[in-house]
């Protein structure tokens, strides 16, 4: 079994790719065309308009960041913070599961939240970074 400890560094990117593609791609039509909308969409959940723009700034930037495995912890808390947020102004009312309901930004927030305590792994631009060496070097 000791195959799978070796491959924890491809599970961690697998996670990073899959929320920094979710992430970016949440936080792209926010960003680039829809952001006074989305301005609009969070002042009427009674949070300050400013936020729906560190919002999606954290969701595309940080998604951006997610996958590339750059600052992994600090833009995977980012984006959990986002989501927390999201889930209890947003989905909480329409129950886990159905329509609007918090299954996958919970799913998605589970994701975020592995990363900000394991990291971006050895095949993360965090790694290269530190002078980390051979992404499957034996411990």
Known sequence: MRVF?????LALLVVRLTLGAIMVSHGYHKVFGGLHHHAQFVASLGLPAWT????????????????????????????????????????????????????????????????IFFGGGAIAMDHVLRGGGSVFKGR
């Open 5 to 9: 400890d070796r491959l924890q560094p």
């Open 52 to 115: 729906a723009y560190l919002s999606a700034f954290t969701e595309f930037f940080g998604g951006l960041l997610v996958l590339v495995g750059l600052f992994t912890r600090a833009a995977a808390f980012a984006i959990c913070l986002n989501l927390g947020v999201a889930i209890v102004k947003v989905h909480w009312h329409n129950g886990l599961s159905g329509n609007g309901g918090f299954e996958f930004p919970l799913a998605v927030a589970t994701l975020a939240f592995a990363l």
